[in-house]
């Protein structure tokens, strides 16, 4: 059973920046695309950034170009989110996604992913 841990959220000032991470265990087969994901109260889940493993391909939404990056670490199979310059508007519940194992990214949206995270709460305060 794929599982996914979340680490390394918490509260910033603006400017500031913070480095998520997400555990994956459980897979019996790899590559497979796995993604960031946000909620902020009120809020739909929305896609930040997607990875392909096999490849390293990676896609970023508008709101995470230029400050956010998605990496990952296969030894350890972890997935890393390192987030710069945060902004108050980033301040949401983040997620770890992955698809079915060997499936390939997609549109960057939740109905596209199979398996979730539980979530790591960021706050950035102005």
């Known amino acids: 059973q794929v599982q996914l841990v979340e680490s390394g959220g918490g509260s910033v000032q603006a400017g500031g920046s913070l480095r998520l991470s997400c555990a994956a265990s459980?897979?019996?087969?790899?590559?497979?695309?796995m993604g960031w994901f946000r909620q902020a109260p009120g809020k739909e889940r929305e896609g930040i950034a997607q990875?392909?493993?096999?490849?390293?391909?990676?896609y970023y939404a508008d709101s995470a170009k230029g400050r956010f990056t998605i990496s990952q670490d296969n030894a350890k199979n972890t997935l890393n989110l390192q987030m710069n310059s945060l902004k108050p508007e980033d301040t949401a519940m983040y997620y770890c996604?992955?698809?079915?194992?060997?499936?390939?990214?997609?549109?960057?949206?939740?109905?596209?992913?199979?398996?979730w995270g539980q979530g790591t709460q960021v706050t950035v305060s102005s």
């Open positions: 990875t392909y493993t096999g490849d390293s391909s990676t």
């Open positions: 996604a992955t698809r079915a194992p060997g499936a390939l990214c997609y549109t960057l949206a939740p109905y596209n992913y199979d398996y």
């Open positions: 459980g897979y019996t087969y790899k590559p497979y695309c």
